[in-house]
C-alpha cells in the first residue's frame, strides 16, 4: 500500500518525468481551463439556454474528477517529508494555498446539499466556481514561476504598496481640505475624497470628481505626476524578480 502511495504522490506531483504523470497532469491542466470557459459560457443564457443539460453533467463530471484528485492528494501526501506524520502533516496540508483553492474548487457543489440557500447566494457560489483557475498554478511553469517571484519579493512589495497606500490616503486628504467647502456633495469625506484619490493615482480619470479650486488643482496636478512614480514601482520590483528568477534557472 505504501508502494501505491508513493507511486501515486509522485504522479500528481509530477516528481517523476513518466508518460503517465505527463498525461493526468496535462488532462487537470485542460480540465481546468474548459471548466473556466464553461463558467463564463453559462452567464450568456443564449448559449446556456441551448444545452443546460450539457453544463449540468460536466459539472459533475468535473466535480466527481476534481474531488478524486483531492482526496488522493490528502491520501498520498504524508510521502512528502514536510507532511509524513500521518494526521497532523494531512492537516497542516490541508490548510496550505494549493490545498484550499483545491478545496474551494468542488466546494460550491456540496456546500447546497449540506447547507439550504437562497437562489441568489446560489449564483454566487456558481460564479465561486472561477477560482479553479488558480489551480493552475500547480500545473504551469509560468503560473510557479509568479508564485516563485511573489514570494521572494513579498518584503518589497508590501512596502511598496503599504507606501502607495499612505500616499493615497495623504491625496485624499489634501483634496478633501482645498475641495470640501466648494464641493461638499462630491468632497464629503476624505473617505469620499479617496474614491477620486485611487482613480488619479492609477491615472484611470473617470471624471466624477474634479477639483475646481486652484489650489486644489494644483495639488491634483502635482498628485498625478507622483503617482507615476509611485505604481511604477511595485512593476519595478517584480520586473527584477523575473529578471533574477529567469536568469538563474
Known amino acids: 500500500m505504501q508502494t501505491i502511495r508513493n507511486r501515486m504522490y509522485c504522479v500528481l506531483d509530477n516528481r517523476r518525468d513518466s508518460k503517465l504523470s505527463k498525461y493526468i497532469n496535462g488532462f487537470i491542466y485542460l480540465l481546468i481551463i474548459l471548466n473556466v470557459i464553461a463558467v463564463i459560457l453559462e452567464t450568456e443564457k443564449s448559449i446556456y439556454t441551448q444545452m443546460p443539460a450539457f453544463f449540468h453533467w460536466f459539472e459533475l463530471i468535473s466535480v466527481a474528477l476534481f474531488s478524486i484528485e483531492y482526496v488522493l492528494r490528502i491520501w498520498t501526501i504524508t510521502e512528502n517529508p514536510r507532511f509524513s506524520r500521518p494526521v497532523l502533516g494531512r492537516i497542516r496540508y490541508a490548510f496550505t494555498f494549493l490545498a484550499i483553492i483545491d478545496l474551494l474548487a468542488i466546494l460550491p457543489a456540496f456546500l447546497p446539499l449540506l447547507i439550504p440557500v437562497d ?102 496636478g502635482l498628485i498625478s505626476i507622483l503617482s507615476i512614480g509611485m505604481f511604477a514601482l511595485p512593476a519595478g520590483i517584480l520586473a527584477s524578480g523575473f529578471s533574477s528568477k529567469i536568469s538563474k534557472d
Request: glycine residues 4%.
Open 119 to 220: 437562489l441568489r447566494f446560489l449564483r454566487l457560489l456558481r460564479l465561486f466556481r472561477m477560482l479553479r483557475v488558480f489551480k493552475l498554478g500547480r500545473y504551469s511553469r509560468a503560473m510557479k514561476l509568479i508564485g516563485n517571484v511573489l514570494k521572494e519579493k513579498k518584503a518589497e512589495l508590501a512596502v511598496a504598496i503599504f507606501s502607495t497606500f499612505l500616499f493615497m490616503i495623504v491625496a485624499a486628504s489634501l483634496l478633501y481640505t482645498t475641495e470640501h467647502a466648494v464641493q461638499p456633495e462630491k468632497f464629503s469625506s476624505i473617505p469620499a475624497a479617496t474614491w477620486w484619490a485611487v482613480c488619479s493615482l492609477t491615472t484611470v480619470g473617470y471624471g466624477d470628481m474634479v477639483p475646481v479650486t486652484f489650489i486644489g488643482k494644483i495639488l491634483a
